[in-house]
């Protein structure tokens, strides 16, 4: 199956509640590439890539992070997959 990429910005309470650490950690054990990183605004932004199905389940583990967080709205833009990262940090 080919791989396809996704830009998601979730927001709500998701900066130093350990949101980067929990996105990272699924990612990971999923096989995603890409990274994650909080923004200026107090959102995270997150690339990953791999292929649709694994993304899909990754979509919806994101909505709703660890118990710490609050995620109030996730924006998700679906792309091409760049193949930029061979693996997945936290930035």
Not at 12 to 21: E, K, S
Not at 49 to 73: M, N, T
Request: hydrophobic content about 40%; glycine content about 8%.
């Amino acid at each position: 199956m080919e791989d396809c990429s996704v830009r998601i910005v979730v927001e709500g309470l998701v900066q130093g509640v350990g949101f980067r650490y929990f996105v990272s950690a699924k990612a990971v054990a999923m096989g995603i590439r890409g990274f994650v990183r909080n923004r200026t605004d107090g959102s995270v932004e997150i690339e990953a890539e791999a292929s649709r199905p694994v993304l899909d389940e990754f979509l919806s583990i994101v909505r709703q992070g660890p118990r710490s967080a609050h995620v109030r709205k996730q924006t998700v833009e679906w792309q091409e997959a760049r193949h930029r990262q061979p693996t997945f940090e936290i930035r």
